[in-house]
């Protein structure tokens, strides 16, 4: 019989969320891409609020454009390929120990 590896399962379900979020991010892309009436409202409110009126266009589209990147972007850290990033990482994500910090053995 075939044991459950408990991290595996975990990580494949952290996936959800991500996916979830990212699948949000790019549905309403659509709207602040182009230019729909609600969205237009929207900033313009935003806008107003963080007085900065009449930029509703370019706040909007910057947005946009951020919005894009966390979507579809990888880890920002990360300056390696997709799979030399995730080979450097520890148990828990964070990058191991730089080499002249672990203790040397005598």
């Avoid at 990580?11 to 969320?17: Q, V």
């Avoid at 951020?66 to 520890?90: S, T």
Wanted: charged letters at 20%; proline letters at 8%.
């Amino acid at each position: 019989m075939a044991t459950i590896d408990r991290a595996r399962v975990l990580k494949w379900l952290g996936w959800l969320p991500a996916l979830y979020a990212a699948h949000i991010m790019l549905w309403y892309e659509q709207f602040k891409l182009t230019g729909a009436e609600g969205s237009v409202m929207l900033f313009n409110i935003l806008a107003d609020w963080l007085w900065i009126s009449g930029y509703e266009k370019p706040f909007r589209l910057s947005v946009a454009i951020a919005e894009l990147i966390a979507a579809l972007g990888r880890d920002p850290a990360c300056h390696l390929p997709p799979r030399a990033c995730r080979a450097d990482r520890g148990a828990h994500g964070a990058p191991d120990a730089p080499r002249h910090l672990t203790a040397v053995p005598s």
